[in-house]
Each structure stands twice: as C-alpha cells, then as structure tokens.
C-alpha cells in the first residue's frame, strides 16, 4: 500500500461491487423464472430449482469462503469467487438444459458468496495494516444508541 487514503476508491470499488453481486443476482433470476420456463418448455416449478440451487450453495459458501480467506487469503479467495461467477456466467449462457442451469447457478452461488466475507477481511487487514484501531464505519456496540 503507497501513502494516501488506505480506503480509495481502487481499493473499495471491487469489494462494494463484488459483494452486490450475490443479492443483485438473486433479484435477476426472480424476474428470469416464467421466461426461463418458457424457453426450456417446462414448468415454472421446476424452475424453481434455480432459486433452490443458488440459495443453498450461498448457504454453505458463505461461511466456507470466510474460514477459506482467513486460511489462503481473501484476495486469493474473491478473485476465486469472481472466477467462479464467470464460468457460471458462460455455463448458464451456453445452457440449453435445465440441469445445466443449475450447475451454473451452483457456481454462481458459491462465487458470489466469496465476495462479502472476503472482502471484510481486505478491509479489517488494510485497517491494520494503516495503523488504525478498527476498520473505518466500525462503531463500538455501546455507541450504537
């Protein structure tokens, strides 16, 4: 890190950006179901499965990709996690099936759900390492009201 503000833009925008993914891509797929379930000529229930994939691999994830950060680094870990969007990403675009939707959005899930833990772990160690006593925005529990 070279002097100036340890919290530029350069350093933020990534993380911010990254970690929007995950709830941005939930609120897609929500409005994506009745025509995906056209296209593939099944039935909106069984599109559903998108949703279920997605939710349960962030269910795991999340908290796997945080202890995988603390043990291999968080930046090794988002831009694995960013990686993994974009093989979903091309998965689900070349996707004629629903099966491989799903493995699309399982990889997704799981790389979009790097991001937030990852992420605060950047800014914890760049608090640090700015010899900050806590992470900028950090208040203490007893100042909250």
């Not at 990254?18 to 891509?25: D, K, Q």
């Not at 968080?74 to 099936?97: E, Y």
């Not at 800014?123 to 909250?144: D, L, N, T």
């Amino acid at each position: 890190m070279t002097g100036g503000n340890p919290f530029s833009w350069r350093f933020v925008a990534p993380l911010y950006m990254g970690s929007t993914l995950n709830p941005v891509n939930s609120s897609m797929i929500a409005t994506a179901l009745v025509p995906i379930a056209a296209y593939m000529h099944v039935s909106v229930a069984q599109t559903t499965i998108l949703v279920t994939a997605l939710y349960l691999a962030c269910s795991i994830a999340q908290p796997t990709a945080g202890k995988l950060s603390a043990e291999f680094g968080p930046r090794r870990v988002f831009l694995a996690g960013i990686l993994m969007v974009l093989w979903g990403g091309l998965l689900g675009g070349f996707g004629r099936d629903l099966t491989m939707l799903a493995v699309a959005r399982i990889l997704i899930g799981i790389g979009t759900s790097t991001a937030y833990p990852s992420a605060m772990l950047l800014i914890r160690r760049r608090a640090e390492s700015a010899g900050m006593s806590k992470p900028p925005g950090c208040r203490h529990p007893s100042s909250v009201f």
